[in-house]
């Protein structure tokens, strides 16, 4: 892809407002009831699945290859 050395003034100006405009919502608080959630989806547990390795605990490395 080829890279333009200079932006066109337009794009920097819809750069700029792009940024501003994101850059306020990032800076924003969260509405409680979504806190709420975001707090209950903490609570609860995760289990990571099983690896090739917990599948036999039994089995050694040497006799695993």
Known sequence: MVQRL????????IDENLKKVF????????PQNLMDL???????PVS????????NPSQSQEEAE
């Open 23 to 30: 850059d306020e919502d990032a800076k924003a608080d969260l």
């Open 48 to 55: 990571l699945p099983p690896t090739a390795s917990d599948a």
């Open 6 to 13: 200079h932006k066109q003034p337009w794009e920097t100006l």
């Open 38 to 44: 975001l707090d209950q989806l903490d609570k609860i």
